[in-house]
């Protein structure tokens, strides 16, 4: 492993003469958990507004039925650029959205935290996710492997691109009107 | 062999009878376990039922999984080009012969003992056949069963597992039309099923959804959210002051005609809530095809929202199939209607169906919401009945002899329960 790469899972600063990926410093492990962890808060809380705030302006939300589809030319259960991330929060927000009323009660657990590589200047980040959600209808368990893209924005972190593979995304699964 | 107190003949009859009204229907429908053991029965393994697209096996030997109710289903492509519908269940001891969604395979090979049979469903060989007593003996073991009945309509391959029945012409009746009318949206006068399927799970009874599908009543009030935020004029389509019609079409089929509001709005795409602007590669094929004046026509009038008794409903944009897996157990298939030659408006189809079915759905995820509140809602002891009249006092007939009402009217499901009852509880002269 370089110093380099090294300095991208821990966080500990970069050797003069090696650049990390990130524009304004290396983006560490600590730095990336805390954002999951955060992430994964806001999602359980319904705190819709600060979960939005996550994202870039050229935001991808990915949630494949088979995760090999090209999901321009195939369907997916979420594929949403910024503009319908917006839309869907401000459907919730309206009070309407019956499948969240009353929302889910949500916890979720955010582990196996592998910073695997940098696409520009975004750190790419594996994770899994295990998701408990209890509604009137049940309580079921929800579980996925995540891809997150995170860039540094104003000296903090935002996600560019959010992909959950669940494990049983292309088998008949019941309303999923959270944010998983 | 008569026997006195034996049971009687078509049992269901007379029970489900009393359970049909013209203006109600009994909330058991929808949670008796034996009346759905007769629907399995006397609906979806009696009648014709949509199994699947000739799109998704577009070459020799391709097969894809499919289903007939709780019923698994391989529909397969021949050598010669040929559709069949056989039973996944191996002749031998009943094992899934099939466990890949989808492929290309002339044979499938049993695995648990080797059992081998052709596509078509013909027994190819038995592995050790001595046990058999030879090559001879194999001539006396079983085939994998097949589908008796297999018809196409413009591409979509229908089954029935009755030997004798009504043809497939005579089960669509006009909805057949609607399904021209779908094609000819297509350059190429084809639909393509490509897009792969999502599976959005309801706990609820199959009948909730088919008489959703065709209820112009509640979308302004279960997607008001969507409506409200997104600018959306459909919730207009469904309100008393729309010219759209609902329209019972016999057989159990109902649209949703929004083609009056269509054609006032005389924009070319306007049905799919995009200009021509936008997709001009699909706009100029359209006019080139069918003439300028036809292809804009078409492209205005836009597709239709038909439900095909017992499990195929087309939204303009997507495809829905229906399958019942218990009295409370529903899973719709449902993918974006791609049309042949079409690649820039086939990607906003993808693009506008994805945000609005599934499980996660803007849509679809508040109709499986009151699917399964209805079906908590119905298990209660009273009133006992759902109330059907909504739009009774002014059904009319149309030109061509069809009942109509207003968009909001619940023709569809009135008319689905007369046929239902055709189906369950058939009157007059023993069968």
């Known amino acids: 492993m370089t110093a380099a790469a090294q300095s991208v899972i821990d966080g500990t600063p970069a050797p003069v003469g090696e650049k990390p990926g990130a524009v304004d410093g290396p983006i560490g492990h600590l730095e990336v958990e805390q954002f999951l962890y955060r992430e994964a808060r806001l999602a359980d809380t319904h705190e819709l507004d600060a979960w939005e705030a996550l994202w870039t302006d050229d935001a991808v939300y990915h949630v494949p039925v088979d995760d090999s589809w090209d999901p321009r030319t195939h369907m997916s259960i979420i594929f949403d650029n910024r503009g319908r991330i917006a839309t869907r929060i401000k459907q919730l927000h309206t009070g309407r959205r019956h499948a969240q009323r009353p929302p889910s009660r949500l916890v979720r657990i955010v582990s196996n935290i592998e910073i695997v590589g940098t696409e520009g200047t975004d750190t790419v980040v594996s994770s899994v996710v295990q998701v408990i959600e209890s509604r009137e209808r049940d309580t079921r368990t929800w579980a996925g492997r995540v891809t997150h893209k995170l860039r540094r924005v104003d000296g903090g972190l935002a996600m560019a691109y959010k992909k959950v593979v669940l494990v049983d995304s292309d088998r008949p699964l019941l309303s999923l009107s959270f944010l998983i | ?431």
């Open chain 2, 1 to 431: 062999m008569t026997a006195v107190g034996e049971a009687p003949e078509r049992a269901p009859g007379e029970r489900v009878r009393s359970l049909v009204r013209p203006d109600r229907v009994h909330g058991s429908l929808y949670t008796d376990p034996t009346i759905f053991a007769q629907e399995l029965e006397h609906i979806w393994y009696t009648t014709w039922v949509y199994v699947g697209h000739v799109s998704e096996i577009p070459q020799p030997k391709d097969y894809v999984r499919k289903s007939i109710g709780p019923q698994q289903v391989i529909m397969t492509r021949d050598r010669e080009g040929e559709v069949h519908l056989v039973l996944n269940r191996c002749a031998h001891r009943g094992n899934l012969v099939c466990e890949a969604p989808s492929g290309n395979s002339g044979s499938f090979r049993c695995p648990y003992h080797g059992w081998t049979f052709s596509n078509t469903g013909e027994l190819l060989g038995a592995p050790f056949n001595k046990g058999y007593g030879g090559k001879e003996g194999l001539k006396e073991l079983g085939n994998l069963a097949r589908v008796p009945r297999v018809a196409i309509h413009r591409g979509f391959v229908f089954g029935s597992l009755a030997e004798d029945g009504p043809s497939l012409a005579e089960h669509l009746g006009p909805a057949a039309d609607r399904l021209d009318q779908l094609a000819r949206l297509s350059p190429e006068g084809e639909v393509e099923l490509t897009a792969g399927f999502v599976q959005h799970e309801v706990n609820a009874n199959w009948k909730m959804l088919v008489e959703n599908e065709t209820d112009g009543y509640h979308p302004q009030f279960v997607h008001s959210s969507i409506f409200s935020i997104s600018g959306s004029s459909i919730g207009d389509l469904y309100s008393d002051k729309s010219t759209a019609v609902t329209r019972a079409l016999g057989g159990g089929h109902s649209e949703n005609d929004l083609s009056p509001e269509f054609r006032r709005l005389g924009v070319p795409m306007g049905w799919a809530g995009t200009l021509e602007s936008k997709i001009p590669d699909y706009v100029a094929s359209m006019r080139e095809t069918y003439g300028p004046q036809t292809g804009d026509e078409i492209m205005i009038n836009g597709s239709p929202h038909i439900m095909i008794f017992p499990n195929l409903f087309v939204a303009e944009i997507q495809l829905f199939q229906i399958q019942p897996l218990a009295v409370d157990r529903t899973i719709q298939h449902v993918t974006a209607i791609q049309f042949k030659g079409a690649p820039d408006l086939n990607r906003r189809l993808v693009t506008q169906c994805v945000g609005s079915v599934g499980p996660a759905g803007m849509l679809l995820a508040d109709d499986a919401e009151m699917y399964e509140r209805n079906q908590r809602g119905v298990a209660q002891l009273q009133p006992e009945w759902l109330d059907l009249r909504r739009g009774l006092h002014r059904e009319s007939t149309d030109d061509d002899g069809f009942t109509i009402g207003t968009a909001t009217d619940e023709i569809s499901m009135r008319s689905m329960w007369k046929h239902y009852l055709t189906l369950m509880a058939p009157q007059g002269g023993a069968a």
